[in-house]
RNA sequence: GCGCAUGUGGCGUAAUUGGUAGCCGCACCAGACUUAGGAUCUGGCGGGGAAACCCGUGGGGGUUCGAGUCCCUCCAUGCGCACCA
């Protein structure tokens, strides 16, 4: 009898869908274990073998811990907000909600297929009035918060209200200080805005233009939007933003308290950069003003030769004098113009502008002149700097090309050329440098930060590269800011009028004025009287939320995921704690990874939540590349020759699907077929075949080297397809796809029912196994054990694969040995393992079986065959009882007939036994 | 430039964590059964050599009785950050 996997694969997601086998519950005895995949955003081109690897790694790992006796939280949604919907939306005039639901659709029918132990009762789907109800109200919370510095954590806004008033605190408001109960309603709001976490705030954002919308700083690669590859320039713009800088610090730290992959650690320690240093003020001859500078380096102090201010800085045209007022505009108009995308590109070009004003040494009381430069970013530290160009690279580049002096102030312990480049280690001797000669660099920023704090002139200091996140998106397909404005102050939406539900539009394009396309809508004003949205009344904010705001709570809503009074319940808070296992890729590193850790924290803050970080223990499965197969067609032809022969002619390959191909060998037939301009192709054999090339890239249509997950469920199974993802390679590595390789995963689950019948029907035995059985069978739990425990999943399959070969042999059927081996496997193969476990008699799911204890008494060996080295090189080997003494051993080894060939009578130098692995002789 | 990974047969990989390098598969070769094989079974399969043996984990050096594994150095590939003062 051959396994029918289809129908049995069919009966079982049926039986576990019916009998809601992988329920988690919210109230149990047991110990909980939430294990999380990051949910997907739900593509209209469906799902690859590619995007299933992380879920089967969890599931088996989720499976597992049931195994266990564990509470297993094991669910999945859907990030459902974003850009594509909405271009196709653009597109197309389908509302995105229409698209979206279309394709949660497929992906649910391909996720069905693999046969995940999904919790779907707690599906959350970030695009569902239920859900963004609650990540509003989260935005409220963030919105009436504000991080109190002196106590390290965020609290409620009225907080400071109350110690504004009480102390009657003075404000800088237009320029002027004001004391708090001076100011009018705006312009106490205004002050408020500089606290809230989220605020509304004008700062320099990534606008591109093409999308129509701003970006998150991790939204923009290489000066280009990652979604679209579109440029993407900097403009000053009132935007709601995120205070998640006030999070840098703790952040950083608690990195320290969970298990993730470092090089997302130190990604994320890079995108925070956090730097030490100090602030210094230099005055302006002539001016009231004066210009702030961050450096890490006080100890070069005395090294300064100039001052350099960002094109955007706000003292930079006001202390230009009079004569080069022309050229500074010329040049700030020009800094300010170029897209972010040039400004990278020119990194290595150095441009600047001298303003005419002298700003005066704090020590020396020398004059010092201030230049603007682009190369000095305006959104790091304050946007100026001090320039030290013997003793910085970038101010060395600036100096050498303007011909300005490079006083040296260090000397380094090495020969080093000044005349050639800068100095920039942080080791030497300070030298003309007053009170810090003589000094070590390290000792000198110590004594210089103490003089500056002295002096009062300014003070030590930690800067972040860490920007604040912008939130708002001028996009329709995101969750609405539930803001109205009242009198040009922003108001919260009352709580209780949550969800603020996307209005309808009748484009999802912007206005003529260039307003976000939910000004479209003429019911978009909030009625305070009604407490509702109307058609007139207050003005509701009209940008929508960025991607990573569903996506920054949503392990949270699983916990509770049905609860319409608060986004979870304390008491399913309480029990869940935080996810145990996070399984996902990479590159949400910097961003997503620390959104989630920012809201947490913050939710924490406000007593919502006992944790501080959202997942324990982290682990970014690589990426599955395709491998796409290339033929070769000879130039100006429609004649194409085998890939052995492919030089012989001038050719050019061409993308061939690879569906068309098994083993390197083209299809030639279907590949006639598949157009119209291949019908008449001519094809130059070798040995009767015809060989393709191959390459190594990315799974994309455009390359024809999609596979996907129900192609290969449809020919050789979904337990086949689980297998064979986890047993190409280590989770956490990247490679490539190669259907070929399946042949083997497939023939051992055939080779698997076999071992549980014989003579075409199910034949299990009640004898008692032998001793080689019971070490097959306890070796292999061990093995899997210690794999799981490690996510080493490609190892087991490849000890199941052992296991089976050598039952097969032992033409084991024996129940003892059978059964203990569908736990195990069930796993990795829960279609297969549920058959196996039914026919074996059990009227329960396998998943509710305990997973069997391995006994060390059936691995103990009476003897061992020791290899032998000679001088570190193994010559032969010897079979002797493990209980005999090392001095034993010696002997017997010394005495052995092969030894004397290598021993030539002599005695060894040195004889190295290690009981139980291998014996040294040396010569 | 800085940081983090990775480097082992034709290919994907394994190696009890310092102890027999190449497990398990794919591909390939030979054989059996078969009208047939993209089915199944048996055997072989790192390179060189009749063999004895020699060489071999990106290159070079070191520590050690013993190194794929530890240390130093260089190279290559991938990813992240990048004028961050």
Redesign the pocket.
Known sequence: MEYNFRDTEKYWQKYWADNQTFRAENNSEKPKYYVLDMFPYPSGAGLHVGHPLGYIASDIYARYKRLNGFNVLHPMGYDSFGLPAEQYAIQTGQHPAITTDANIKRYREQLDKIGFSFNWDREVRTSDPSYYKWTQWIFIQLFNAWYNPAIGKAEHIDKLIQKFNSENTEHLVNGKSKKWNELNENEQSDVLMNYRIAYLGEAYVNWCPALGTVLA??EV?DGVSERGGYPVERKLMKQWSMRITAYADRLLNDLETIDWS??IK??QR??I?K?E?ASLEFCIQNSEDKIEV????PDTVFGISFLTL?PEHELAEKITTQDKKAEVDAYIAKAKNRSERE??A??N?VSGVFTGSYAIHPFTGAPVPVWIG????AG??T?A??AVPAH?E?DY?FASFYQLPKPQVITPDVEHDFSKSSWDEKQGTLINSSFLDGLTVKDAIKKCIDEIEKRKLGKGKI?Y?LRDAVFGRQRYWGEPIPVYYKNGIANAIPENQLPLHLPAVDKFLPTEEGEPPLARSEKWFWNETKQSVDTSGYPIETTTMPGWAGSSWYYLRYMDAHNHNVFASADALKYWKNVDLYIGG??H??GHLLYVRFWTKALKDLGYLQIDEPAQKLINQGMIQGRSSLVYRIKNTNRFVSYGLKDQYETTPVHVDVNFV??DEL?TEAFKAWRDDFKTAEFQLEGGKFICGNEIEKMSKSKHNVVTPDDIVEKYGADCLRMYEM????LE????W?T??I???S??I??LWKLYHSNESFNISEDEPSKAEWKTLHKTIKKVQDDIEKF?F??S??SF??CV?ELTDLKCNKRAILEPLAIILSPYAPHIAEELWKLCGHNTSVSKAQFPQYNDAYLVEEDF?Y?V?V????RF?INLPLQISKEEIEKRVLAAEEMQ?WTNGSNPK?V?V?PG??V?V?I
């Open positions: 700083n991790d690669k470092d090089s130190e990604a890079n995108w950069g730097s240093g961050f450096t890490t380096r960002a400004r990278q020119e990194v070009t682009d190369y000095v970013l790091y530290g946007g700097v001090m910085d970038r580049r800067n590269r990479s590159e590193a910097t098994v083993n299809d047993f190409l390679g280590p590595q990247s490679k490539p190669n070929n390789g042949a083997g995963v023939g051992f055939r080779k080493s490609n190892t399959v490849s694969m052992i070969n065959e290899p080295s001088n570190g090189k193994t080997k060939k040195k190295i290690v692995r291998i040294n040396v």
